[in-house]
Nanobody, 126 residues
Framework: QVQLVESGGGVVQPGGSLRLSCAASGFTLDHYAIRWFRQAPGKEREGVSCINTGYGSTYYADSVKGRFTISWDNAKNTVYLQMNSLKPEDTAVYSC???????????????????WGQGTQVTVSS
């Protein structure tokens, strides 16, 4: 069964860190684009970061650049999102999505992704 499962969300104070995981089962993430999206209540979904495992390329939204780092562990078939210097505006449900492709791009739109996880809540609050 093809599945993406996120974990690592929680409550953290401003300036703190969290590491989100997106574990794949039923398929391997090699030659996939995996993007983290987030959605806060009342706001549109935002593409936060993406990694293309075939080319090793990474992409970040301006709002998280310099604070978030996306990575991929081939052996564990898992993509991580290390989030540092968290701000209250980072509060959202974070979801990972994946699509297989052989180019070096990272699709930007949610409807371009084939597989989705269930999401994990990140709350940044003092």
């Amino acid at each position: 069964q093809v599945q993406l499962v996120e974990s690592g969300g929680g409550v953290v104070q401003p300036g703190g860190s969290l590491r989100l995981s997106c574990a794949a089962s039923g398929f391997t993430l090699d030659h996939y684009a995996i993007r983290w999206f987030r959605q806060a209540p009342g706001k549109e979904r935002e593409g936060v970061s993406c990694i293309n495992t075939g080319y090793g390329s990474t992409y970040y939204a301006d709002s998280v650049k310099g604070r978030f780092t996306i990575s991929w562990d081939n052996a564990k078939n898992t993509v991580y999102l290390q989030m540092n210097s968290l701000k209250p505006e980072d509060t959202a449900v974070y979801s990972c999505a994946a699509v297989g492709l052989y180019g070096g791009a990272c699709p930007r739109l949610a409807n371009e992704y084939s597989y989705w996880g269930q999401g994990t809540q990140v709350t940044v609050s003092s």
